[in-house]
Nanobody, 122 residues
Framework: QVQLVESGGGLVQAGGSLRLSCVAS????????MGWFRQAPGKEREFVAA????????NYADSVKGRFLISRDNAKNTVYLHMNSLKPEDTAVYYC???????????????WGQGTQVTVSS
């Protein structure tokens, strides 16, 4: 059974930092591109960042470019999202996903975690 489990969310003040982790079990993430998405209340799920299977390519939403960094450790079956200079508009539930192909679209991802809440106070 494939499971993706996110952790590291929480409450932080604007300008602060958090590091999200996503650990996979029952699945080798080394074969898959991985992505982070987020969903705020009343809004659709949106792309945040993606990383190719070997980590050689990354892509970011314009809204987080220069502030967030996606990385992976295939030996640990783990993907990270380092979030710096957080803003109140970054408040959302953050989901990691394992993809069929490297993409910014949710349809490219077939396994999803349960999400972790990130709340940024002003």
């Amino acid at each position: 059974q494939v499971q993706l489990v996110e952790s590291g969310g929480g409450l932080v003040q604007a300008g602060g930092s958090l590091r999200l982790s996503c650990v996979a079990s029952g699945y080798s993430t080394s074969r898959s591109p991985m992505g982070w998405f987020r969903q705020a209340p009343g809004k659709e799920r949106e792309f945040v960042a993606a990383i190719s299977d070997n980590g050689g390519a990354t892509n970011y939403a314009d809204s987080v470019k220069g502030r967030f960094l996606i990385s992976r450790d295939n030996a640990k079956n783990t993907v990270y999202l380092h979030m710096n200079s957080l803003k109140p508009e970054d408040t959302a539930v953050y989901y990691c996903a394992a993809g069929i192909y490297y993409s910014t679209h949710t349809t490219a991802y077939n396994y999803w975690g349960q999400g972790t809440q990130v709340t940024v106070s002003s």
